[in-house]
């Protein structure tokens, strides 16, 4: 009977999320698990309904959940943000890494680190306006090619490396010691409390409700501009909204993970190949699935960056950036490019 | 792409202004390399730096500063200048693109991520099995080790491009993915084996001409004299390749063997070059960018060897600068030049694209 559900399930959007969410459930509590310390499943459900002053209580509560949560709220946002720019710039090879958000973010966010002492909620804010500048000079460069989708990309990715060699150039010229502002610059979950957590869950939720918002005008955009507008939409309004909220996205989760590259342009992916073929430009169901891809893609990497120790963002860009190699084989095949 | 190759008798007739461009470029690197000997943390006076040249026995500090410190350095800049920018310069040529460099098509990644890998396996190996602690490693080899990684680097990314002719933007498109990943698999080498090598790592892996000495630069010229040569023995067939490579073949040329000799050359220079200083990024973009630049402004038809010759001084000078500005600009701390030379770069890049579309 099983073999006969899975297929079924398999076809509807609703059973696709049923699985994911089992996979995410799992993977949860895996990283919940698995550590130096190793617990068993009885000791996690202890200490998850009552928690205690126990060794297996603190474990759970004050070290692997801030980090296991903060791993699927960042690559659920990033998920979307993702899916967002790819719709709005009409790209299948977009993403906010790719068009220079979170690096622009990083730069402003070390530059406020660096030059002054403000609380890590302005770093927020330092986040939002740089990757805003960085985006706006990507798209301000590649809007006479009518965005074509190579050049948007190259644009970004050189405006992406020219603010990572400047933040590499903020970083040695202060004398201090920025051994920690490293690993946050490789992308990491590792060593966040809920201070971390209440930092990004506010901003990351809300904005992820907003998006909800943006679901059907997301599935317009994906007509003709002529088109659009003479059905009445608001093509310029619509697009602006839906960047702005992938650059918060982006900016809440780049200033407390640092940058964690092309988990924004493999989510949707995922998502899309997943779906059946008439919903893979629905972006009510294109948004919900990037949002649950992007935390699984987040969790498990960190689960396997942890065994070794590296930084989360190492692993997705490993599993990222062979995936963007064999998006762009796809399109030229597929004369799109 | 559409360059013109020039005849010969616009050569000579335009021979006045070229050795006129070719003497201010000697000059400016010569000016520069005496820059780069005085200034630095402990300013030299330029009389202290001529005495310390003409007397090779280390009296006082200041010979000392710069017979150990200032002059292999400099020096290193000039060769590794010289090196990216004919690499840069070659592969434009053989690929027929533009946007060719050697940080962009994946030498500087996969020679990193060679020897990154194979710096922790010999320490690895010399620890269980001989157990010894301190690392004895054979540095002759790493330029050998550099070329196999940028070569095989270059493979990936041209073999990922081959059905597309080679189209510009895409090229570059993979080179940068395939550079990420690349740089990925580095830094998780060094972030979960580095030990106590991690720092060092870093440092070079940011492209610095720091702490260099003669037996770096001894360790480089016999590449630089191979490659060099070889540039000037392939001239009349790059300039050949440079047309499509049907044309080519009506000229009578093996277009494959010549692509792929010109190609190693050019990988083996670059290659070499990041094995001792690490990848100087975007010099092998900007340099022959500038020298076309440069020529047309002269009114000096673009021939391949006057820009072969250019190029080898202006590279030398655009290293040499960078590496004075790395470390006078915050001086008694220190940019690593290639985080310099890639500031410089990516707008020269930019303009490329943009000119591409």
């Known amino acids: 009977m099983v073999s006969s559900m899975i297929p079924r399930l398999a076809a509807s959007p609703f059973g696709l999320a049923l699985i994911g969410t089992c996979f995410l459930v799992l993977s949860a509590l895996l990283s919940v698990s698995i550590g130096d310390y190793q617990l068993s499943l009885l000791e996690i459900w202890s200490a998850l309904i009552s928690p205690s002053e126990s060794l297996a209580s603190f474990v759970i509560w004050e070290l692997r959940m801030p980090r296991l949560l903060l791993a699927m709220i960042a690559g659920a946002a990033l998920g979307v943000a993702g899916a967002i720019t790819q719709a709005v710039t009409q790209n299948e090879l977009a993403s906010p890494s790719l068009v220079g958000v979170s690096s622009g973010a990083a730069l402003a966010i070390v530059l406020v680190l660096v030059f002054t002492n403000l609380s890590s909620h302005y770093h927020f804010v330092a986040g939002i306006v740089g990757g805003s500048v960085a985006m706006s000079i990507t798209l301000w460069l590649s809007w006479k090619q009518k965005l074509d989708p190579v050049n948007l990309i190259l644009s970004g990715l050189c405006i992406s490396l020219f603010c990572a060699a400047a933040t590499t150039l903020l970083l040695i010229s202060v004398s201090t010691d920025t051994r920690g502002l490293f690993y946050w610059l490789l992308g990491s979950v590792a060593n966040r409390t809920w201070q971390h957590v209440s930092l990004l869950a506010p901003i990351a939720l809300l904005s992820l409700i907003l998006c909800a918002f943006l679901a059907r005008p997301l599935t317009i ?117 | 792409m559409n360059q013109v190759i020039a005849t010969r008798s616009d050569i000579t007739a335009k021979a006045w202004p070229f050795y006129g461009l070719l003497i201010s470029l000697f000059v400016l690197l010569v000016g520069l390399f005496f820059a780069a000997l005085c200034l630095g943390s402990v300013p030299l006076s330029i009389q202290a730096v001529w005495q310390a040249l003409l007397s090779s026995t280390p009296q006082n500090s200041e010979s000392n500063i710069l017979w150990q410190l200032r002059l292999p350095r400099s020096l290193l800049a000039i060769v590794v200048g010289v090196h990216f920018a004919l690499a840069g310069l070659i592969l434009q040529a053989v690929i027929r693109n533009p946007l060719a460099d050697p940080s962009i098509l994946g030498v500087n990644g996969g020679a990193s991520l060679a020897i990154v890998l194979c710096l922790l396996v010999f320490d690895y190996v010399q620890l269980q099995v001989f157990n010894l ?37 895409q090229l570059a498109l993979n080179g940068v993915a395939i550079g990420a990943v690349l740089n990925a698999l ?153 985080t310099l030379t890639t500031l410089m770069g990516i707008p020269i890049l930019l303009l490329l694209i943009r000119r591409q579309s």
């Open chain 2, 133 to 169: 602690s301190d690392s004895r490693f054979n540095f002759v080899w790493l330029p050998a080790i550099a070329l196999l990684g940028g070569t095989l680097a270059t493979a990936l990314v041209l073999k990922l491009s081959w059905r597309q002719q080679l189209q510009p933007n």
């Open chain 1, 221 to 337: 955009l994906q007509l003709d501009t002529e088109v659009i507008k003479s059905i009445g939409g608001q093509v310029k309004r619509w697009r602006i909204q839906a960047l702005a909220l992938t650059v918060i996205l982006t900016s809440a989760t780049v200033s407390v993970t640092g940058p964690i590259a092309f988990v924004g342009l493999v989510a949707p992916h995922i998502c899309r190949t997943l779906l059946p073929k008439h919903l893979a430009y629905e972006y009510r169901f294109v948004l919900c699935g990037s949002a649950l891809c992007g935390a699984l893609l987040v969790s498990i990497s960190d689960l396997l960056a942890n065994y070794q120790e590296i930084p989360v963002g190492i692993l997705c860009v490993l599993f990222g950036g062979p995936s963007l190699v064999w998006l762009i084989q796809k399109q030229y095949k597929q004369g799109a490019l």
């Open chain 2, 186 to 338: 580095v830094m998780w080498a060094i972030l979960a084996w580095g030990g106590n090598r991690t720092e060092t790592s870093l440092i070079w892996l940011a492209g610095s001409l720091y702490g260099r000495d003669f037996s770096q630069l001894l360790l480089l010229l016999p590449w630089t004299f191979i490659g060099v040569f070889g540039c000037f023995l392939l001239l009349k067939h790059l300039s050949i390749l440079q047309l499509d490579s049907d044309a080519a073949h009506t000229l009578g040329l093996n277009v494959k063997r010549w692509r792929l000799t010109s190609l190693f050359i050019a990988v083996a220079l670059a290659a070499s070059a990041t094995a001792v200083t690490g990848p100087l990024g975007f010099v092998g973009l900007i340099v022959p960018h500038f020298a076309k630049v440069l020529l047309n402004r002269l009114g000096l038809g673009i021939s391949l060897p006057h820009l072969m010759v250019v190029c080898m001084l202006a590279g030398a000078t655009l290293t040499l600068a960078a590496d004075i500005a790395s470390r006078t600009l915050i001086s008694p701390l220190e940019i690593p030049t290639g």
